[in-house]
Structure formats: C-alpha cells, structure tokens
C-alpha cells in the first residue's frame, strides 16, 4: 500500500480503491486495443461515470461530491495503474482539466447545460488553450472573438487539444481586447457548431489511444450564453486551475511510475544473469532502492501541495516545484526501469516501453519544466 500518506483519509483510500481496481479490472486488459484505435471508447467513459468518478470536484448542490485537491491526487494516482497514460490523459483532461473551468466559472444555467452529462461520462469536455504560435505563452494567444448581435464571432486555430476529436465540447479561449495582452475570454465551444471543425487528428510519440487534434473556427458563431465568465477575464480565470492540472499529471506520473518500479522488481528477480538473478547485482538493486525512493518523496511532495492547496493557501511554489522536479525524475526513473528491461524493455511487447514513452509528455504538457522553475524562481526571492 505504498500509496498511503498523513494525508489520506477512509474516503480518499476508497476513492484510490475504486480507482484502483477498476482500471486494473477495466483498463489494462483492453489498453492496447484502443491504442491501436487512437480512441477510448465511450462506454468505458460512461461506466467510469455512472461509479461516481467524474464528481469528485463537482459540488454537492449539482449531484457531485464537492471534494478538493487532495481526491485528485489520490484520483490521478490510481489511474496512473492503468498502464495507459493515454488512457490517464484522456478521463484527466475530462474531470481535471476542463470541467473545472466550468466548475470555477460557469452560471448557473450553464452549470445546470452541462454537468449532468460531464457526470455521467456522456459529455467529454476538452480545454482548448494551446495555439501553433502560443503554447507556454498562453497570453500570445491569437484567436480572436468579436462581438456580434446577440453572441460572438470566433476565429482562429487551437492545436494539440486533447479529448479534441471525439469530445463533445471544448472550452476555447479567444482575445476579446486587442488593447490588452490578457484581454481573453473564455467560451463554451460545442462540437456541431457551425464553423468548428477538426483540422487534423494528430499522431504522437506516446499516449497514444487518447485522441489529440488540431482545431478550426472559421466565423464560428455562439450565443452570449457561451461565454464562460467575465468578458476579458479568461486568463486570470484559467489560471485558477492551473495548479490543479499540474498536480494530475503528476499523480498520473506517480501511478504509472510505481507500476513500472513494480514490474522492473519482478522482472529482474526473474531473470537469470551471472549465475543468479539480475535484481542480485548490486547496481541494479541500488538503483532501484533509489528510485523508489524518489518517488515516494515525489509522491508525498505532491499530497502536501494538495493538503495546502485544500486549506485555501496558496501552492503555487510547491505545486509548480514538484511538477517541475517530480515529472524529471519520473523520467529518470523510467529510463533506469526501461534499461533494466534490456532488449525486452525495447520492444513494443512490453509495458515498460509504453510506461517510459508516455512519461515523456509530463515534463512538457500543462506547463514545461522551464516554466515551472520561474515559478519556483520569481516566489524564492526574500
Ligand atoms: C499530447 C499533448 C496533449 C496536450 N493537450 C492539451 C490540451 O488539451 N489543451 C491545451 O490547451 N494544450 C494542450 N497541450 C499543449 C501543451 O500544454 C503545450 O505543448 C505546452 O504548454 C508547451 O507549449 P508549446 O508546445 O507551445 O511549447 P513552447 O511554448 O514553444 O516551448 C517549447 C519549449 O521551450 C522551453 N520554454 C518555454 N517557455 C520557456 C521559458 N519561459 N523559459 C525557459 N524555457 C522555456 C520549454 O522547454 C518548452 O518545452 C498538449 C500537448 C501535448 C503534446
């Protein structure tokens, strides 16, 4: 049970139970299937649903469960047991990292539009911030909303948008005051719309069964009623989130890393070297001990920034550092647990070369490691 910490309480142990077992159960036996589809079929999205698993964060006066940062952690943790980062990314960007725009932003009226889907697994959100010209800076963003009549005309393209093929609405962000370089404002974009369509369905390095696009609005028109939050107000209003969606991808990392410690253990006391077994040579155990106990110090960084989170304080500092630190070292580890595979590590046959590929987007996606530092940098200064 190595995912016990002082943070843990009987419901939050539930929750990384549930989680657990199910993706163990649901996940791992189908995962490869649906990497070769690029695609996570919506019934398993739905069952996950009608479990409760996508109301963790929702409030309890819409039917959810109204949890904090610390059922995230324990959440993504236990998805990262799926052996599918793919897999991870997809129900993340869903629960974690767009839903809770709407959450933080959204009227009741489009609170009471989109939840009941989101809950039950039936309507798969996706945030479309990233465009080709603005990645890390997020305020370069060049789609554009004009207003027009009684709603706005949008215009512009959103690149590598995950859940951006096969979910249903996406949450874009678009410059409303040319003027001001954070006059953005965010917008509740549905597929079917008029003018929005997927440019491209992009083919990646890792994570593969998650479905991530390149997205056209060519004089898309929406109501006012799609405009989520105060007008201009949408860069500070993403913002909100954005400690949250740094620590899914490390609680995804932390799962799917302990997977992969576990499976190296297995391997290398199975096979035979040297007259013994590989695990017996000092270097190997070593390094291993290490490993472990990175990421258990990585794991434990994270539910603290979690817990601070919850008691209303601001972890942007430890949130960002753990983020930047933690998914390096997740990487590391994965390497040493790939090379202990030797030529079985690489080959597509085994899980720790998926584990050690898909581990390479941590580093880069909701927030680059370099980003992170300066977050950590511009808050050390006495
Ligand atoms: C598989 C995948 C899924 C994604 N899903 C989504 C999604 O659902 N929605 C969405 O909006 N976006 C998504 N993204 C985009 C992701 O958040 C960006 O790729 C990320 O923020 C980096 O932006 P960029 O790719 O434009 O890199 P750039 O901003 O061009 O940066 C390139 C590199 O430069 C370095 N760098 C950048 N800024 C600094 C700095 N200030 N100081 C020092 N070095 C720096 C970093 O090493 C960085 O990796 C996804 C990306 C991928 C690959």
Redesign the pocket.
């Given at each position: 049970m190595t995912h016990r910490n002082a943070y843990m309480t009987d419901e939050l142990e539930a929750i990384y139970e549930q989680t657990h077992t199910f993706v163990v159960n649901e996940v791992r036996p189908h995962g490869e299937a649906w990497e070769e589809e690029g695609k996570v079929p919506r019934d398993i999205l739905q069952k996950m649903g009608a479990l409760g698993m996508f109301s963790l964060r929702v409030p309890e006066e819409h039917g959810g469960l109204g949890m904090g940062y610390l059922a995230s952690a324990a959440f993504s943790e236990a998805l990262g047991a799926s052996l599918f980062g793919g897999f991870d990314?997809t129900v993340l960007?869903h629960t974690d990292?767009s839903t809770p725009h709407l959450l933080n932003s959204g009227n009741e009226e489009q609170l009471g539009r989109y939840l009941p889907g989101i809950m039950d697994g039936t309507h798969i959100m996706?945030?479309?911030?990233?465009e080709p010209d603005?990645?890390?800076?997020v305020a370069g963003m060049r789609s554009s909303a004009v207003k027009d009549g009684d709603g706005w005309r949008l215009n512009g393209r959103?690149t590598?948008?995950?859940?951006?093929v096969y979910g249903d609405t996406v949450i874009v962000g678009a410059r409303t005051d040319k003027e001001n370089k954070y006059g953005i404002s965010m917008f509740l974009l549905d597929h079917g719309t008029e003018g929005f369509s997927v440019g491209r369905k992009l083919d990646?390095h890792g994570?593969l069964c998650?479905d991530?696009a390149e997205l056209v609005m060519e004089d898309v028109w929406v109501a006012d009623e799609n405009l989520l939050g105060e007008q201009h107000r949408g860069f500070y209003e993403t913002m909100k989130n954005f400690q949250n969606e740094r620590m899914v991808l490390v609680g995804m990392g932390v799962g799917a890393t302990q997977a992969a410690i576990d499976l190296t253990n297995e391997y290398t006391q199975e096979r035979p070297a040297f007259g013994g077994k590989l695990f017996d040579l000092g270097a190997i155990r070593q390094r291993m001990g290490m490993n472990q106990a990175k990421l258990d110090a990585i794991r434990a960084s994270m539910y603290h920034a979690a817990w601070v989170g919850d008691q209303g304080e601001d972890n942007v500092k430890l949130m960002s550092g753990v983020k930047a630190w933690g998914c390096e070292a997740i990487n590391d580890i994965m390497y040493d647990c790939l090379q202990f595979h030797g030529g079985m590590g690489y080959m597509r046959e085994s899980a720790i070369e998926r584990l050690a590929r898909d581990a390479r987007?941590l580093p880069?996606?909701?927030?680059?490691?370099?980003?992170m530092l300066?977050e950590v940098a511009k808050r050390s200064y006495v």
């Open positions: 990314a960007v990292m996706a945030i479309g911030v990233t603005a990645g890390s800076d959103k590598f948008i995950t859940n951006g990646k994570w998650s991530t987007l880069i996606g909701g927030g680059a490691t370099e980003v300066e």
